[in-house]
């Protein structure tokens, strides 16, 4: 059961990291406020199921949907903000959205929102139910991801990463895909969210704090932007860390930002990273097993 | 062969700065324009105006008959012209045959529904190496853009016009920066371009090159035209003359 | 054909990273029974009493935040957790059985919360387990400990869906409702305040007082004259204290917040030079309160559970040992933990150490003296009912003022 | 009351001014939003704490805590931070995150040598509060407002009446055509994480006395508000730094005071923050020549 909960949770951060990469990762835009998204669709759940009453089953795509929306709107501000300016806007975000959490009772206020475990065909779902649940979201994010990566909406995101102008310059419309990248990560952060409350049982508004946006980010980053394998490396390593390092918790944060700096300093494309060194020793042992292809987009 | 692009009255400012002043101009189907004039004339700033990247102060660009000022640019991509940067814009971190591919599909970005869309068929990636071919690239299909060197990368600028299937392309300076046998290779595609009855129009700054390629020559400084006609009485002009020697010696 | 090749590896990966999560776990049923049968079997083998058999530790679970930002009350209640554990293995521990504490840090994070939770449950052998954690976190255990069947006692977690998890989930602090209530009483029957003004911070704890406060004094006659909210981090009290002075005047401030809050809002109204009478909570209840108040404490007024003053000598003698051991005097967070490590070794004392016996007994307990005071029972909430202590700073240490022992106001109200 | 507020406002903004301004001198020049410049804050709060209680010499405590992490500053810069940037093809969030890393684990380090619990400075000042009128300053408050002054007033010296300062802002202006004016930009860098982390230390220190308190987490709501302020002032530029961090706290303070808890002080300069940028996406301040 330890390791199915842990897991679970290890899973939730795996769709995070996975769903942010299409926004930082493919379409290039940073993005620091992701629990925000995360925030709104475990919200919208949990006000669905516990006010209106509402299955949860249903309640996810509600949660998938209303997170989109307020993807899309910040990917609208995107498109008038850039770099720098648009990484903090979206910090701005997510502090005004968990201010909203907090202090309107009509999401529970600062006491929170107390859920029911759901059931599943009269099941009471355990967490190796939620575990299946994540298990099966990760399947449809990485498939749709490996889709993507294969389709003109992923070589738009890749032009856009690259070079606004000269993505123009040959016909894509940089701000309706920006806005779509934004929406399509987001959105997918808001699905987690719903399954994440009802597996918690209980949400209140620091779980969606900034400093959850920044350990997504990290889990992104750590593992290799813009690939697939990095977020699910990065989320397993990151996401188990707290548990992994339990027997000197005393240290463990300083082990954790420790890994941060030293692998940015000497390894900042990640660990599974283009060209990272775990990666070129894979090639070396395996030549032609992970031969480039074409359409493979890289961070 | 009727008019395809047309300039009128067009103006940019940007603040005091007038990098294009009441400018007028005329490109016929099939016909090579070439634009010379100092640095700072204004040249890229007509480009990026009639490309959609800038909007203009005043004035229109008339596209076969349509205003096309002000239009975004992916719109104006989308109507047929195509455009190299000065200073190249390649798709850094993909292979030099996805910056094609991703050009190929000009008519593809179409939101949502080209998540559903296979951007590599098989026709679409010949037709890039095709093209590549073309342009003298195919060694470095798999390179990825940031690992070739600058002279490669303007050849990709024209590879990645081509590839949009352009009515007219413009390019901007597509020889600065390469050696004496890269530009005559530049020159003999854009021989071939014309001869294929590819409407042109070529920023050079390098005078003899635009005046081999050029049907017509306009003649740009401080955002006006100074001169138009055909190279030879370019050549001769006294105010081109004047202009030039000003500054640069590339007349000579 | 290696467009394909790669996603499938790509997709092979993912399975297989998915997978092996999975396998790790569904190992662990096989070890599972192992692990929870002795647990389940053991008070059954130990309990008749006289058989001496190699002597196993009885094992508690105990979590806090010992990192992050609540991390010095984190190391408050570990210390008195510790403390609690040593002194009963110096005594000779439970019937001859020493007593083992797995301890746990949760950052104060619920995620960590919920493995911690899991981990005592499953695999760490527990019989009870204590939280000396915050709402958040003790909120999401609960549950976990309630489908397990281990009792869980909570230290100060004020949140009421902590114990309405279930019957083997208890209280050791009352509620803020009571201390809320208690408040009201200390305000407008002690104080005879009459307007009164509100600053709170905004959490589960501040809030709860707040409005528990309200609840009393507003039909007692009393005025709210003024309400006011910040967040947990917030050191900037200028503003508030500026209206209150220049404004609202109120003859009362009541404060829901914590020590470092309570310590900036009386040195602004020093700075300010406002006069006025302060009633804080159990929140302030922390020798960090003087250090960083110094003077400006003075006169300051608190609800909280621990009499310093208590001439019970089991009270005096935590104090004493705390202070010695650790270097520092102990609060409140600190002396309800280890309340409630005593009322698990009493339970565990009569019973032995099967979860619904103890459950049991602690239920029934009445009259049980504790450094906070005496637990007169558990209230059908599971929260504790004992007098409410109200003391005063008086020459930079906490005094006995007065003691409410009234049921009507420390019963907790059914929900 | 209202007079009373303003002055409140203004006095908690130059705090915020100072936090923000070495988080901005580290961005003029190595265009990095420095998180961790919130972790020298607490370092240096703490060095200053130490001086303090070893030598009750607050100005000591002062020039200690700023060149001490100063210091650290100059080496994170070099060790950490220079070749970093100084990779090729590095995307913009590596150093941000570098910076995540390096705060948390000064924040931990910090909890580990002197523990979680608050630490005092327990100043006296020997002088009286100030009343003019119905407004009134505090002996804290004069004194803060007093060495902040000195501060900006050192900082604008630097900047702008030494060379050292004319190679700052050259390089602050463009890297690439500073270096080809002989600009040595290695010294630029050094110089902005001196300053930067300089200031981060007075900064800390400085709150350290005003709150009385200093404990290992106290960088975390600066961590991110100064970045708040820092893009509010335009993103590199002090002088805007200067005039966000004042908007910011007034607007915090007049918020507080006359709309009382209609939304939490911390995100109140992300609101302001976020109607500025609608409405001028360059920031409050903008930068010249850029």
Redesign the interface.
């Known amino acids: ?7 679970v ?3 939730i951060f795996i769709l995070l990291a996975l769903s942010l990469n299409i926004i ?1 990762g493919y379409a ?1 835009q ?1 993005a ?1 406020g992701h629990a925000a998204f995360f925030g709104i669709g475990a919200y919208t759940s949990a006000i669905l199921t516990t006010s209106y009453g509402m299955n949860f089953w249903l309640s996810i795509p509600f949660a998938f949907i209303m997170a989109g929306i307020m993807g899309g709107f910040l990917g609208l ?1 995107s498109i ?2 850039r ?3 648009l ?3 979206s ?3 997510n ?2 959205v968990v ?1 909203i959490f ?2 309107s009772d009509f999401f529970g ?4 929102i ?1 859920l029911k475990r759901p059931y599943f065909f009269g099941m009471k779902v355990t ?2 139910g939620y ?1 299946i649940l994540i ?1 099966l979201m ?2 449809g994010t ?2 749709l991801i ?3 990566k ?7 995101l ?2 856009i ?3 606004e ?10 701000n ?2 920006k806005v ?1 990248a934004f929406t399509l990560g987001t959105a997918i952060a808001g699905m987690t969210g719903a399954v994440y409350a009802h597996h ?5 508004s ?2 969606f704090a ?1 400093i959850v946006s ?1 350990s997504i ?2 889990m992104v ?2 593992g290799g ?2 690939t ?2 990095g977020p ?2 990065g989320a ?1 390593l990151l996401g188990a860390a ?2 992994l390092f ?1 027997f000197f ?6 082990v ?7 692998m ?2 000497f390894q ?1 494309q990640g660990f599974l990273g ?1 060209d990272s060194v775990l990666v070129r020793a894979f090639k070396k042992l395996f030549p032609g ?11 | 062969m009727g008019e395809l692009l047309r300039v009128e009255g067009l103006s940019k400012h940007f603040g005091g700065l007038k990098a294009i002043n009441g400018l007028d101009l005329t490109l016929e189907e099939g016909e090579t324009l070439g634009i010379i004039g100092p640095n700072g004339a204004g040249k890229t700033t007509l480009f990026n105006v009639i ?3 800038l909007k203009p102060t005043a004035g229109k660009v008339v596209l076969d008959g349509e205003e096309i000022q002000g239009l ?3 719109k104006i ?2 109507r047929g012209v ?2 190299t ?1 000065q200073i190249s ?7 030099i ?2 910056n094609v ?3 190929l ?8 529904r ?7 068929k098989r026709e679409t ?1 010949d037709k890039a190496l095709e093209i590549l071919e073309r342009t003298g690239l195919l060694e470095f299909k ?1 390179k990825l853009a940031r690992e070739v060197s600058l002279g490669y990368l303007r050849r990709l600028e024209i590879a ?1 016009a081509l ?2 299937n352009p009515r007219l392309i413009m390019l901007d300076e597509p020889c600065a920066g390469l050696s004496n046998f890269a530009i005559n290779e530049v020159i003999d595609l854009v021989m071939q371009l014309k001869s294929e009855g590819k409407s042109i129009v070529l920023i050079e700054h390098n005078l003899p090159i635009s005046m081999k390629v050029s049907d017509r020559i306009t003649v740009l400084n401080y955002g006006q035209k100074i001169a138009e006609g055909i190279p030879e009485d370019i050549r001769n002009n006294p105010q081109v003359i004047e202009a030039y020697l000003g500054e640069d010696d590339d007349i000579a | 054909m ?2 394909k090749r ?2 499938i ?3 092979l ?3 297989a ?3 092996s ?2 396998a ?2 569904s ?2 049923p096989a070890e ?1 029974p192992p692990a929870e049968e002795p647990q389940a079997e053991e008070p059954q083998a130990e309990e008749p009493p006289a058989e001496e058999e190699p002597k196993e530790p009885i094992r508690i679970g105990f979590f806090a935040p ?2 992050g930002p609540a991390a010095a009350d984190g190391l408050s209640t570990s210390n008195s957790a510790e403390l609690a554990v040593e002194i009963i293995n110096e005594s000779g521990g439970i019937d001859g059985r020493p007593v083992e504490l797995v301890s ?2 949760d ?1 104060l ?4 919360a ?2 911690i939770a ?2 005592l ?3 760490d052998d527990v019989v009870a387990v204590v939280s000396g954690s915050y709402s ?1 976190p003790t ?2 255990a609960a ?1 976990i400990f309630q489908d397990a069947g281990i009792p869980m006692i909570s230290g100060y977690a004020i ?1 009421p ?1 902590v114990t ?1 998890s279930g019957d083997f989930i208890f209280s050791q602090s009352f509620p803020g409702q009571v201390q809320g209530k208690a408040g009201g009483v200390v305000a407008v029957d002690m104080l005879d305040a009459k307007r009164i003004s509100i600053i709170a911070v ?3 704890f ?3 007082l707040a409005a528990a406060f309200k609840d009393y004094v507003v039909p007692k006659g009393a005025e709210i004259v003024s309400e006011d909210y910040f967040g947990m981090g917030d050191s900037e009290f200028a503003p508030i204290v500026t209206k209150l002075k220049d404004e609202i005047k109120p003859d009362l401030i009541y404060m829901a917040n914590y020590y470092g809050h309570g310590a900036e809002i009386v040195r602004q109204l020093k700075s300010q030079g406002f006069d006025v009478q302060v009633l804080g909570t159990e929140g302030i209840d922390s020798y960090q309160f003087f250090e960083i108040a110094g003077e400006d404490a003075e006169g300051v007024m608190i609800t909280t559970n621990m009499n310093r003053d208590s001439e019970d000598q089991a009270t005096q003698e935590y104090i004493k040992t705390y202070t010695e051991k650790f270097g520092i005097v102990p609060d409140m967070v600190g002396a309800s933990v280890y309340d409630a490590f005593q009322v698990l070794f009493k339970a565990i004392g009569e019973v032995g150490t099967d979860p619904e016996l103890i459950r049991d007994t602690i239920k029934d307990l009445k009259g049980f003296k504790t450094v906070t005071g005496e637990l007169i029972e558990y209230a059908p909430t599971r929260e504790a009912i004992k007098p409410v202590q109200i003391q005063i700073i008086e020459d930079g240490a906490y005094h006995y003022y007065e003691e409410i022992d009234d049921l009507e106001i420390i019963t907790p109200e059914p929900r | 009351m209202l007079s009373q507020q303003i002055v409140n406002g203004i006095m908690i903004g130059s705090v915020y001014a100072l936090t923000a301004m070495g988080a901005t001198l580290i ?1 003029g020049i190595l ?1 990095i ?1 420095d998180i961790a410049n919130a972790g020298a804050y607490a370092v240096g709060a703490y060095a200053g704490w130490y001086m303090y209680s070893v030598t009750e010499n607050i100005l000591l405590a002062f020039v200690f805590a700023m060149l001490f992490t100063g210091i650290i500053g100059v080496l994170v810069q070099k060790f ?1 931070y220079f ?2 940037i100084s ?1 090729p093809n ?9 910076s ?10 910090l909890r ?1 040598i002197f523990g979680p619990n608050v630490k005092n400075m327990n100043m006296t000042f020997k002088i009286n509060a100030v009343e003019i009128g119905n407004v009134r300053i505090s002996a804290e408050w004069i004194f803060i407002v007093l060495l902040t002054a000195t501060l900006f007033f050192v900082l604008w010296f630097i900047l702008n009446k030494t060379k050292l300062g004319l190679a700052w802002r050259a390089t602050a202006a463009d890297t690439e055509i500073a270096k080809t004016m002989g600009v040595n930009v290695h010294i630029s860098m050094a110089l902005s994480y001196v300053l930067g982390y300089g200031f981060a230390a007075a900064a800390g220190t400085m709150v350290g006395v005003l709150y009385n308190s200093i404990y290992p987490t106290m960088g975390d709501i600066p961590s ?1 508000k100064m ?2 302020i820092i ?1 509010l002032g335009g ?1 590199g530029n002090p002088l805007g730094t200067v005039v966000a961090g004042i908007v910011i706290g007034l607007s915090e303070t007049l918020v507080s005071a006359y709309f009382g ?4 002080r ?2 109140i300069a ?2 302001v ?2 109607i500025v ?2 409405v001028k ?3 409050l301040v903008t930068r010249k020549n850029t």
């Open positions: 059961m330890y390791l199915t909960v842990v897991s949770n290890i899973g930082t290039g940073p620091l501000i008038r903000m770099d720098d300016f990484a903090i806007t910090i701005g975000i502090f005004v201010a907090q202090y206020g600062s006491l929170g107390s967490a190796t575990l298990g990760i399947l990485v498939l490996l889709k993507m294969r389709s003109w909406f992923g070589l738009a890749s032009s990463r690259n070079d102008t000269a993505a123009a310059s040959f016909g894509i419309d940089v309706r895909y779509l918690m049982t209980f949400i209140y620091s779980d900034f920044i980010l990290s980053v750590i932007i813009g697939i394998r699910i490396f397993i707290p548990e339990r918790a005393d240290y463990r944060m300083i954790y930002g420790g890994l941060l700096v030293f940015m300093r900042s283009y097993g992970l031969k480039k292809k074409e359409g493979e987009i890289i961070g | 490309c959609g990247v975004p640019s992916y991509a989308h195509a455009r940067f814009k390649p798709l850094k971190d993909i292979s045959v996805d591919v991703a050009s599909g000009i008519h593809e970005y179409t939101g949502i080209s998540l559903l869309r296979n951007s590599h990636v798999d990645r590839a949009t | 290696k467009n790669y996603g590896f790509t997709l990966l993912v399975l990273l998915v997978f999560l999975t790790c776990a190992e662990q599972e010992l990192t746990y840090d950052g994070d619920t995620k960590q919920v493995s899991q981990r449950t499953t695999r958040g909120r999401v549950p949140h869906d309405d905004d959490i589960d501040g809030k709860t | 961005y265009r939003l950490i070749p970093i990779k590095v995307i913009a969030i590596v150093p941000l995150i570098t995540v890393g390096l705060f948390t684990l000064t924040g931990d380090m580990l991110y970045l708040a893009v993103l808890s209609i939304m939490p911390d995100v992300f609101v923050l976020i940028l609608l996406p360059s920031g």
